[in-house]
Protein backbone atom coordinates (compact mmCIF):
# COMPACT_ATOMS: atom_id res chain seq x y z
CA UNK A 1 0.00 0.00 0.00
CA UNK A 2 2.06 3.37 -1.14
CA UNK A 3 0.22 6.33 0.87
CA UNK A 4 -3.20 7.44 1.58
CA UNK A 5 -5.19 9.85 -1.45
CA UNK A 6 -5.29 13.44 -0.14
CA UNK A 7 -8.85 14.31 1.54
CA UNK A 8 -8.23 17.98 2.33
CA UNK A 9 -8.72 21.31 0.17
CA UNK A 10 -5.14 22.25 0.47
CA UNK A 11 -2.85 19.93 -1.69
CA UNK A 12 0.81 20.89 -2.02
CA UNK A 13 2.26 18.66 -4.93
CA UNK A 14 5.96 18.61 -3.77
CA UNK A 15 9.28 18.70 -5.55
CA UNK A 16 7.87 17.40 -9.25
CA UNK A 17 9.62 18.54 -12.73
CA UNK A 18 6.95 21.44 -13.23
CA UNK A 19 6.27 22.39 -16.80
CA UNK A 20 3.36 25.33 -16.29
CA UNK A 21 3.71 26.22 -20.24
CA UNK A 22 3.24 30.11 -18.54
CA UNK A 23 6.02 31.68 -19.64
CA UNK A 24 5.69 34.32 -17.15
CA UNK A 25 5.51 30.93 -14.06
CA UNK A 26 8.28 29.02 -16.40
CA UNK A 27 9.56 25.49 -16.18
CA UNK A 28 10.98 24.12 -13.45
CA UNK A 29 13.54 21.39 -13.00
CA UNK A 30 12.33 21.11 -9.64
CA UNK A 31 9.31 23.05 -8.04
CA UNK A 32 6.18 22.62 -5.69
CA UNK A 33 2.19 23.49 -6.48
CA UNK A 34 -0.02 24.27 -4.36
CA UNK A 35 -3.94 23.67 -4.87
CA UNK A 36 -6.05 25.43 -2.73
CA UNK A 37 -9.51 24.33 -2.91
CA UNK A 38 -10.30 24.38 -7.14
CA UNK A 39 -7.54 26.49 -8.32
CA UNK A 40 -3.87 26.63 -8.46
CA UNK A 41 -2.67 29.01 -5.23
CA UNK A 42 1.33 28.80 -5.91
CA UNK A 43 3.92 27.48 -8.19
CA UNK A 44 7.42 28.14 -7.47
CA UNK A 45 10.59 25.51 -5.72
CA UNK A 46 10.63 25.24 -1.98
CA UNK A 47 6.84 26.35 -1.52
CA UNK A 48 5.86 26.16 2.64
CA UNK A 49 2.40 26.17 3.41
CA UNK A 50 -0.20 24.19 5.48
CA UNK A 51 -0.86 21.10 3.22
CA UNK A 52 -1.32 17.68 2.70
CA UNK A 53 1.61 16.83 0.56
CA UNK A 54 2.01 14.51 -2.44
CA UNK A 55 5.79 13.41 -3.04
CA UNK A 56 6.12 14.60 -6.69
CA UNK A 57 10.06 14.05 -6.79
CA UNK A 58 9.53 11.12 -9.71
CA UNK A 59 6.53 12.94 -11.53
CA UNK A 60 6.52 15.66 -14.45
CA UNK A 61 3.69 18.21 -12.96
CA UNK A 62 1.77 19.67 -16.10
CA UNK A 63 -1.66 20.55 -17.14
CA UNK A 64 -4.09 18.23 -18.66
CA UNK A 65 -4.92 17.73 -21.71
CA UNK A 66 -7.17 19.46 -24.11
CA UNK A 67 -9.08 17.44 -26.63
CA UNK A 68 -11.25 20.11 -28.95
CA UNK A 69 -13.35 17.69 -30.63
CA UNK A 70 -14.10 13.89 -29.99
CA UNK A 71 -17.96 12.45 -30.45
CA UNK A 72 -18.08 10.60 -26.81
CA UNK A 73 -21.63 8.84 -27.44
CA UNK A 74 -19.50 5.98 -29.37
CA UNK A 75 -17.97 4.51 -26.41
CA UNK A 76 -19.52 1.32 -26.83
CA UNK A 77 -18.09 0.81 -30.46
CA UNK A 78 -14.58 1.43 -29.52
CA UNK A 79 -12.06 -0.20 -32.16
CA UNK A 80 -15.36 -1.73 -34.55
CA UNK A 81 -14.28 -0.16 -37.38
CA UNK A 82 -10.00 -0.71 -37.12
CA UNK A 83 -9.72 -0.53 -41.34
CA UNK A 84 -12.67 1.76 -42.22
CA UNK A 85 -12.56 4.99 -44.45
CA UNK A 86 -14.41 7.70 -43.96
CA UNK A 87 -17.40 6.55 -46.19
CA UNK A 88 -17.24 3.22 -43.58
CA UNK A 89 -17.49 5.56 -40.74
CA UNK A 90 -20.07 7.70 -42.00
CA UNK A 91 -22.30 4.45 -43.50
CA UNK A 92 -21.82 2.06 -40.57
CA UNK A 93 -21.63 4.49 -37.11
CA UNK A 94 -23.44 7.97 -38.30
CA UNK A 95 -25.68 5.91 -40.31
CA UNK A 96 -26.87 2.75 -38.91
CA UNK A 97 -25.15 2.93 -35.22
CA UNK A 98 -26.99 6.19 -34.45
CA UNK A 99 -30.09 5.16 -36.14
CA UNK A 100 -30.35 2.32 -33.14
CA UNK A 101 -28.95 4.59 -30.36
CA UNK A 102 -31.34 4.55 -27.29
CA UNK A 103 -30.46 7.33 -24.73
CA UNK A 104 -29.32 5.02 -22.17
CA UNK A 105 -26.44 4.58 -24.76
CA UNK A 106 -25.72 7.90 -25.43
CA UNK A 107 -25.45 8.02 -21.60
CA UNK A 108 -23.09 5.01 -21.27
CA UNK A 109 -20.84 6.46 -24.25
CA UNK A 110 -20.16 9.76 -22.78
CA UNK A 111 -19.19 8.03 -19.17
CA UNK A 112 -16.88 5.58 -20.57
CA UNK A 113 -15.39 7.75 -23.17
CA UNK A 114 -15.01 10.53 -20.60
CA UNK A 115 -13.50 8.06 -17.65
CA UNK A 116 -10.98 6.94 -20.25
CA UNK A 117 -10.29 10.34 -21.36
CA UNK A 118 -9.45 11.22 -17.26
CA UNK A 119 -7.53 8.00 -17.27
CA UNK A 120 -5.44 9.17 -20.02
CA UNK A 121 -4.67 12.26 -18.46
CA UNK A 122 -7.29 14.27 -20.95
CA UNK A 123 -8.80 16.53 -18.53
CA UNK A 124 -10.88 18.71 -20.89
CA UNK A 125 -12.82 17.59 -23.96
CA UNK A 126 -15.46 19.28 -26.22
CA UNK A 127 -18.22 16.90 -26.91
CA UNK A 128 -18.90 16.53 -30.41
CA UNK A 129 -22.20 15.34 -29.84
CA UNK A 130 -24.00 14.60 -33.52
CA UNK A 131 -26.32 12.09 -31.18
CA UNK A 132 -29.33 14.21 -30.50
CA UNK A 133 -32.07 11.78 -32.25
CA UNK A 134 -34.23 13.39 -29.14
CA UNK A 135 -34.04 15.50 -26.01
CA UNK A 136 -34.11 12.53 -24.63
CA UNK A 137 -30.78 11.38 -26.11
CA UNK A 138 -29.18 14.68 -25.40
CA UNK A 139 -30.34 15.04 -22.05
CA UNK A 140 -28.35 11.44 -21.49
CA UNK A 141 -25.41 12.41 -22.95
CA UNK A 142 -25.07 15.36 -20.64
CA UNK A 143 -25.84 13.20 -18.18
CA UNK A 144 -22.63 10.94 -19.06
CA UNK A 145 -20.41 14.12 -18.62
CA UNK A 146 -21.59 15.08 -15.46
CA UNK A 147 -21.21 11.50 -13.65
CA UNK A 148 -17.97 11.08 -15.08
CA UNK A 149 -16.28 14.37 -13.12
CA UNK A 150 -14.31 15.73 -16.63
CA UNK A 151 -14.25 19.20 -17.79
CA UNK A 152 -16.13 19.31 -20.48
CA UNK A 153 -17.87 21.67 -23.32
CA UNK A 154 -20.60 20.00 -24.49
CA UNK A 155 -21.19 20.60 -28.28
CA UNK A 156 -25.06 19.70 -28.88
CA UNK A 157 -25.45 18.57 -32.15
CA UNK A 158 -28.08 17.19 -34.67
CA UNK A 159 -28.58 13.14 -35.11
CA UNK A 160 -30.77 10.72 -36.87
CA UNK A 161 -33.14 12.64 -38.79
CA UNK A 162 -36.61 12.30 -37.57
CA UNK A 163 -39.49 14.02 -35.48
CA UNK A 164 -37.85 14.09 -32.08
CA UNK A 165 -35.06 15.59 -33.44
CA UNK A 166 -34.81 19.02 -32.31
CA UNK A 167 -31.49 20.44 -33.56
CA UNK A 168 -30.51 23.06 -33.46
CA UNK A 169 -33.66 25.33 -31.24
CA UNK A 170 -32.98 22.88 -28.82
CA UNK A 171 -29.76 24.83 -27.52
CA UNK A 172 -32.31 27.60 -26.06
CA UNK A 173 -33.26 24.48 -23.46
CA UNK A 174 -30.19 23.06 -22.85
CA UNK A 175 -29.14 26.82 -21.95
CA UNK A 176 -31.48 27.48 -19.63
CA UNK A 177 -31.56 24.06 -18.24
CA UNK A 178 -27.75 22.93 -17.87
CA UNK A 179 -25.66 25.67 -18.49
CA UNK A 180 -27.02 28.96 -17.28
CA UNK A 181 -23.76 29.56 -15.79
CA UNK A 182 -20.48 29.28 -17.23
CA UNK A 183 -18.66 29.00 -14.04
CA UNK A 184 -19.23 25.09 -14.19
CA UNK A 185 -17.08 22.10 -15.54
CA UNK A 186 -19.58 21.80 -18.34
CA UNK A 187 -20.32 24.88 -21.05
CA UNK A 188 -22.23 24.78 -24.03
CA UNK A 189 -21.11 25.04 -27.96
CA UNK A 190 -22.99 23.97 -30.70
CA UNK A 191 -21.61 21.16 -33.34
CA UNK A 192 -22.89 22.67 -36.07
CA UNK A 193 -22.99 22.76 -40.17
CA UNK A 194 -21.57 24.95 -42.45
CA UNK A 195 -24.78 27.06 -42.00
CA UNK A 196 -24.90 30.74 -41.27
CA UNK A 197 -28.76 29.72 -39.74
CA UNK A 198 -27.60 27.56 -37.42
CA UNK A 199 -25.01 29.57 -36.49
CA UNK A 200 -26.92 32.11 -35.64
CA UNK A 201 -29.16 30.40 -33.51
CA UNK A 202 -25.67 29.19 -31.55
CA UNK A 203 -24.63 32.83 -30.94
CA UNK A 204 -28.33 33.98 -29.71
CA UNK A 205 -27.36 31.71 -26.85
CA UNK A 206 -23.64 32.83 -26.22
CA UNK A 207 -22.75 29.56 -27.56
CA UNK A 208 -19.21 29.11 -29.63
CA UNK A 209 -19.54 27.06 -33.01
CA UNK A 210 -17.47 23.92 -34.03
CA UNK A 211 -17.69 22.56 -37.22
CA UNK A 212 -16.41 20.09 -39.82
CA UNK A 213 -14.81 21.03 -42.87
CA UNK A 214 -13.01 18.55 -45.50
CA UNK A 215 -13.89 20.10 -48.53
CA UNK A 216 -12.69 23.04 -50.87
CA UNK A 217 -14.81 26.05 -50.70
CA UNK A 218 -17.20 24.58 -48.16
CA UNK A 219 -17.11 27.78 -46.04
CA UNK A 220 -17.42 30.29 -48.73
CA UNK A 221 -21.80 30.28 -48.46
CA UNK A 222 -20.41 31.29 -44.46
CA UNK A 223 -17.73 33.96 -45.46
CA UNK A 224 -19.89 36.69 -43.83
CA UNK A 225 -20.63 34.85 -40.81
CA UNK A 226 -17.20 33.71 -39.77
CA UNK A 227 -15.70 34.71 -36.52
CA UNK A 228 -13.56 34.42 -33.68
CA UNK A 229 -15.90 32.13 -31.55
CA UNK A 230 -15.88 29.31 -34.27
CA UNK A 231 -13.59 26.11 -34.32
CA UNK A 232 -13.00 24.39 -38.08
CA UNK A 233 -12.07 21.26 -37.81
CA UNK A 234 -9.63 19.21 -40.27
CA UNK A 235 -9.60 21.73 -42.95
CA UNK A 236 -7.59 18.95 -45.01
CA UNK A 237 -9.08 20.75 -48.32
CA UNK A 238 -9.45 23.98 -47.61
CA UNK A 239 -8.50 26.17 -50.46
CA UNK A 240 -5.79 29.54 -49.72
CA UNK A 241 -8.61 31.68 -49.85
CA UNK A 242 -10.58 30.13 -47.05
CA UNK A 243 -7.06 29.87 -45.16
CA UNK A 244 -6.97 33.40 -44.70
CA UNK A 245 -10.49 34.40 -44.10
CA UNK A 246 -10.50 32.46 -41.01
CA UNK A 247 -6.92 33.98 -39.77
CA UNK A 248 -8.33 37.11 -40.78
CA UNK A 249 -11.72 36.41 -38.66
CA UNK A 250 -9.77 35.10 -35.88
CA UNK A 251 -11.10 31.79 -35.93
CA UNK A 252 -9.51 28.60 -34.64
CA UNK A 253 -8.43 25.23 -36.14
CA UNK A 254 -8.44 21.85 -34.49
CA UNK A 255 -6.60 18.92 -36.08
CA UNK A 256 -7.44 15.19 -35.44
CA UNK A 257 -4.09 13.95 -37.15
CA UNK A 258 -3.82 10.65 -36.39
CA UNK A 259 -7.57 9.60 -38.33
CA UNK A 260 -7.11 12.45 -40.65
CA UNK A 261 -4.41 9.70 -42.00
CA UNK A 262 -6.12 6.87 -41.57
CA UNK A 263 -9.68 7.60 -42.48
CA UNK A 264 -8.55 9.57 -45.82
CA UNK A 265 -10.12 12.98 -44.78
CA UNK A 266 -6.45 14.24 -46.61
CA UNK A 267 -2.68 15.25 -45.86
CA UNK A 268 -3.63 16.82 -41.58
CA UNK A 269 -3.11 20.65 -42.73
CA UNK A 270 -0.15 21.54 -39.92
CA UNK A 271 1.86 23.21 -41.64
CA UNK A 272 -0.86 25.19 -43.35
CA UNK A 273 -2.25 26.80 -39.97
CA UNK A 274 0.97 27.99 -38.93
CA UNK A 275 1.80 29.25 -42.09
CA UNK A 276 -1.50 31.49 -41.35
CA UNK A 277 -0.22 32.25 -37.82
CA UNK A 278 -2.86 29.92 -36.43
CA UNK A 279 -1.48 26.93 -33.99
CA UNK A 280 -4.06 24.26 -34.18
CA UNK A 281 -5.42 22.49 -31.06
CA UNK A 282 -5.53 18.56 -31.17
CA UNK A 283 -8.21 16.10 -30.76
CA UNK A 284 -9.16 12.45 -30.77
CA UNK A 285 -12.31 12.45 -32.83
CA UNK A 286 -13.56 8.97 -32.87
CA UNK A 287 -12.71 5.84 -30.88
CA UNK A 288 -14.66 3.52 -33.20
CA UNK A 289 -10.62 3.49 -34.23
CA UNK A 290 -8.39 5.68 -32.22
CA UNK A 291 -7.10 5.44 -28.93
CA UNK A 292 -8.70 8.15 -26.94
CA UNK A 293 -5.19 9.00 -25.44
CA UNK A 294 -2.98 12.51 -26.49
CA UNK A 295 0.32 10.61 -26.41
CA UNK A 296 -0.58 8.87 -30.09
CA UNK A 297 -1.90 12.47 -30.92
CA UNK A 298 1.05 14.35 -30.48
CA UNK A 299 3.36 12.26 -31.92
CA UNK A 300 1.16 11.95 -34.89
CA UNK A 301 1.36 15.91 -35.08
CA UNK A 302 4.80 16.06 -34.61
CA UNK A 303 6.30 13.37 -37.20
CA UNK A 304 3.88 14.41 -39.69
CA UNK A 305 5.01 18.23 -39.40
CA UNK A 306 8.68 16.97 -39.65
CA UNK A 307 8.01 14.69 -42.60
CA UNK A 308 6.41 16.99 -44.83
CA UNK A 309 9.41 19.45 -44.12
CA UNK A 310 12.39 17.73 -44.25
CA UNK A 311 10.64 16.34 -48.02
CA UNK A 312 10.25 19.70 -49.46
CA UNK A 313 13.97 20.53 -47.57
CA UNK A 314 15.54 17.34 -49.82
CA UNK A 315 13.49 18.57 -52.63
CA UNK A 316 15.86 21.54 -52.55
CA UNK A 317 13.06 24.50 -51.74
CA UNK A 318 14.48 27.29 -49.91
CA UNK A 319 13.52 29.10 -46.69
CA UNK A 320 11.35 26.86 -44.86
CA UNK A 321 9.60 27.17 -41.81
CA UNK A 322 10.74 25.58 -38.76
CA UNK A 323 10.45 22.21 -37.46
CA UNK A 324 8.32 21.80 -34.45
CA UNK A 325 9.38 21.02 -31.30
CA UNK A 326 7.93 18.60 -28.65
CA UNK A 327 7.39 21.97 -26.65
CA UNK A 328 5.17 22.99 -29.54
CA UNK A 329 3.19 19.79 -29.42
CA UNK A 330 2.98 20.18 -25.92
CA UNK A 331 1.51 23.61 -26.27
CA UNK A 332 -1.34 22.51 -28.66
CA UNK A 333 -2.75 19.50 -26.55
CA UNK A 334 -3.18 21.86 -23.41
CA UNK A 335 -2.28 26.10 -24.28
CA UNK A 336 -4.34 25.80 -27.93
CA UNK A 337 -6.94 23.47 -26.44
CA UNK A 338 -7.81 25.39 -23.75
CA UNK A 339 -8.07 28.52 -26.08
CA UNK A 340 -9.80 26.74 -28.84
CA UNK A 341 -12.08 25.94 -26.12
CA UNK A 342 -12.90 29.12 -25.12
CA UNK A 343 -11.42 28.02 -21.44
CA UNK A 344 -7.97 29.72 -21.20
CA UNK A 345 -9.08 32.12 -18.44
CA UNK A 346 -9.52 28.99 -16.62
CA UNK A 347 -7.34 26.31 -17.58
CA UNK A 348 -4.33 25.05 -20.00
CA UNK A 349 -1.51 26.62 -18.18
CA UNK A 350 -0.14 25.87 -14.20
CA UNK A 351 -0.69 29.54 -13.40
CA UNK A 352 -1.71 30.70 -9.92
CA UNK A 353 -5.43 31.69 -9.89
CA UNK A 354 -6.32 29.29 -12.30
CA UNK A 355 -8.22 26.11 -12.04
CA UNK A 356 -6.83 23.30 -11.16
CA UNK A 357 -6.70 20.26 -13.68
CA UNK A 358 -3.63 19.12 -13.02
CA UNK A 359 -1.91 16.11 -14.19
CA UNK A 360 1.29 13.78 -12.91
CA UNK A 361 3.08 11.68 -15.21
CA UNK A 362 5.90 9.22 -13.59
CA UNK A 363 9.17 9.22 -14.57
CA UNK A 364 10.53 5.87 -12.95
CA UNK A 365 8.40 3.99 -15.25
CA UNK A 366 10.61 1.39 -17.43
CA UNK A 367 9.15 3.24 -20.48
CA UNK A 368 10.88 6.74 -20.01
CA UNK A 369 13.59 6.33 -17.12
CA UNK A 370 16.30 8.20 -17.10
CA UNK A 371 14.14 11.13 -18.08
CA UNK A 372 17.07 13.23 -20.01
CA UNK A 373 14.19 15.68 -21.82
CA UNK A 374 11.11 16.26 -19.52
CA UNK A 375 9.08 17.22 -23.28
CA UNK A 376 10.63 15.09 -24.68
CA UNK A 377 9.68 12.35 -22.72
CA UNK A 378 5.81 13.30 -22.77
CA UNK A 379 5.88 13.27 -26.62
CA UNK A 380 7.99 10.22 -27.10
CA UNK A 381 8.51 8.06 -24.71
CA UNK A 382 5.03 8.02 -22.17
CA UNK A 383 1.64 6.60 -22.61
CA UNK A 384 -1.29 6.03 -20.48
CA UNK A 385 0.30 4.18 -17.86
CA UNK A 386 2.26 6.98 -16.98
CA UNK A 387 -0.78 8.78 -15.70
CA UNK A 388 -0.48 8.22 -12.17
CA UNK A 389 -2.75 11.23 -10.74
CA UNK A 390 -5.09 13.10 -12.42
CA UNK A 391 -6.79 16.59 -10.53
CA UNK A 392 -9.63 18.25 -12.27
CA UNK A 393 -10.81 21.30 -10.55
CA UNK A 394 -8.95 20.40 -7.62
CA UNK A 395 -10.49 17.13 -7.59
CA UNK A 396 -8.61 14.24 -7.26
CA UNK A 397 -10.01 12.21 -10.27
CA UNK A 398 -7.04 9.46 -10.72
CA UNK A 399 -4.56 8.24 -8.00
CA UNK A 400 -1.69 5.95 -8.33
CA UNK A 401 -2.69 5.00 -11.48
CA UNK A 402 -6.19 4.57 -10.69
CA UNK A 403 -9.82 6.10 -10.93
CA UNK A 404 -11.01 7.54 -8.25
CA UNK A 405 -14.32 6.69 -6.82
CA UNK A 406 -15.30 4.69 -9.82
CA UNK A 407 -17.51 1.32 -9.95
CA UNK A 408 -15.71 -0.21 -12.90
CA UNK A 409 -17.52 -3.46 -12.47
CA UNK A 410 -20.71 -1.03 -13.00
CA UNK A 411 -19.12 0.50 -16.10
CA UNK A 412 -18.22 -2.74 -17.32
CA UNK A 413 -21.24 -4.08 -17.24
CA UNK A 414 -23.47 -1.12 -18.43
CA UNK A 415 -21.14 -0.65 -21.83
CA UNK A 416 -20.86 -4.11 -22.47
CA UNK A 417 -24.79 -4.18 -22.33
CA UNK A 418 -24.92 -1.06 -24.40
CA UNK A 419 -22.48 -2.74 -27.14
CA UNK A 420 -24.84 -5.84 -27.46
CA UNK A 421 -27.66 -3.81 -27.68
CA UNK A 422 -26.53 -1.38 -30.66
CA UNK A 423 -24.64 -4.56 -32.27
CA UNK A 424 -27.90 -6.35 -32.43
CA UNK A 425 -30.39 -4.26 -33.77
CA UNK A 426 -27.73 -3.15 -35.92
CA UNK A 427 -27.75 -6.26 -37.45
CA UNK A 428 -23.86 -7.07 -37.21
CA UNK A 429 -22.67 -10.32 -36.45
CA UNK A 430 -21.40 -10.58 -33.10
CA UNK A 431 -17.43 -11.69 -32.73
CA UNK A 432 -14.73 -10.26 -31.63
CA UNK A 433 -11.85 -12.10 -34.31
CA UNK A 434 -12.05 -9.47 -37.15
CA UNK A 435 -14.36 -6.85 -35.76
CA UNK A 436 -18.02 -6.77 -35.62
CA UNK A 437 -17.83 -5.56 -38.99
CA UNK A 438 -16.87 -8.29 -41.40
CA UNK A 439 -14.39 -6.63 -43.80
CA UNK A 440 -13.68 -3.56 -41.30
Known sequence: MGPRAPRGRRVLLKGGCVLSL????????????????????????????????IDASNMIVMPGF????????????????????????????????????????????????????????????LDWSHIGNSPEHTDAAIEG??????????????????????FPQDIRRLRAQYFSSDDQLL????????????????????????????????????????????TYIHCPNVTETEWQTIAHTGGNVSIACSI??????????????????????????????????????MRAVLTLQRMLLLARQRAGEPQLPPLLTVRDVIEFATVEGARDNRLDRKIGTLTPGKEADVILLRMDHINVMPVNNAYG?????????????????GTLRKWQGKLVGVDLSRVNRLVHRSRDYVVSKAGWPKTRLGGYLQGH
Not at 272 to 280: M, N
Open 187 to 230: TLAMAASVDAAHWAVAREVGAPVTVHVNGANQLVPVTAAMGPDV
Open 377 to 393: AVVLGMDTSNVDTVFIG
Open 66 to 125: VDTHRHMWEGPLRNILPNGLLSDYNRDITGIARSVYRPEDAHVGGLVSALGAINAGVTTV
Open 145 to 166: LRESGIRSVYAFGSGTAGPRNR
Open 22 to 53: DPQVGDFETADVLIDGSRIAAVQPNLKASAEV
Open 260 to 297: EMKMGHGVPPVQQALDHGIRPSLSVDVETEMPGEFFTQ
